[in-house]
């Protein structure tokens, strides 16, 4: 009796710690906002702004990146994009991917896509069955290969000690918070000025960018010299 009631005590304490947690957590906010601009340029006002939660690993958000990227082109100044990683917990591999854009972020900054095309350009690499058979260590060791490939051997050590820096596996937790605060449940996961796209969690291709984006900027009155520039 004494045990059942005593262990009962226990149970209750941790279900009350894992209820408070997540409400803690919220409160812990971040000193700068997560995420990654493409380019230069960082989203204004001025700005149509496109979030796009991204799993280095899934192939939709592979797919969904040529026809994205050929928007930001054509529309330019007129169109900011950040991107945060959502890295889905069937996904394996995910975790540490994303990881590795983070720390490619903090040492050049310029690096971070060359980091998400090259993990997409070799994703079956980082897939379930290419690493089923494969320690932490071993895939972690691949990863850190892999990065260093991706953006210059002159990163190797950087990027080693990155993987074992606790502020980098909280920066990847953060950017999986706060798509969960955004209702994020799968990706690639787009908002454009805010309000989320429809069919969330599958690619849209050059002609969906154009018919979500076209009426916003005309609405704005950007000329169309802006958009030859581009070409
Ligand atoms: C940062 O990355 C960019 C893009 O890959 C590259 O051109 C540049 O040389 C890198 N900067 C340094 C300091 O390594
Ligand atoms: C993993 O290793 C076992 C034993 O060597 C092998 O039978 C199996 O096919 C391997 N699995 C994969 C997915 O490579
Ligand atoms: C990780 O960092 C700790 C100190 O913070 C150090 O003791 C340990 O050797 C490091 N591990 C690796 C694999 O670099």
């Known amino acids: 009796m004494g045990f059942k009631s005593n262990s009962s005590t226990i149970i209750g304490f941790f279900l009350l710690l894992c209820l408070i947690s997540p409400i803690a957590g919220q409160s812990q906010i971040p000193p700068k906002q997560d995420g990654f601009w493409f380019g230069e340029k960082t989203g204004t006002a001025e700005t149509v702004l496109i979030e796009a939660f991204f799993d280095p690993v899934c192939p ?8 994205l990227k050929k928007a930001l082109h054509q529309y330019g100044s007129r169109v900011s994009l950040v991107v945060h990683t959502f890295p889905l917990p069937y996904h394996d591999n995910a975790f540490i991917s994303s990881r590795a ?4 972020n903090k040492l050049n900054t310029s690096a971070t896509y060359d980091l998400l095309e090259a993990f997409f350009k070799h994703q079956e690499r980082f897939y379930r069955k290419a690493t089923f058979n494969m320690s932490r260590a071993a895939v972690l060791d691949q990863t850190v290969k892999f990065v260093t490939e991706a953006v210059g051997s002159s990163y190797h050590s950087a990027i080693k000690s990155g ?4 502020k980098t596996d909280h920066a990847t937790r953060v950017a999986f918070k706060y798509g969960c605060l955004r209702g994020v449940y799968g990706t690639p996961f787009f908002f454009v000025n805010g309000f989320p ?3 969330a969690g599958s690619a849209l291709d050059y002609k969906g960018w154009r018919k979500v984006i076209d009426p916003l900027v005309s609405e704005r009155g950007v000329n169309e010299e802006e958009t030859r520039h581009f070409f």
Not at 163 to 166: A, H, I, K, T, Y
């Open 60 to 67: 939709d958000t592979r797919d969904s990146w040529p026809s």
């Open 101 to 104: 854009l983070h720390i490619v």
């Open 163 to 166: 993987f074992n820096d606790s």
């Open 197 to 199: 796209l429809p069919d």
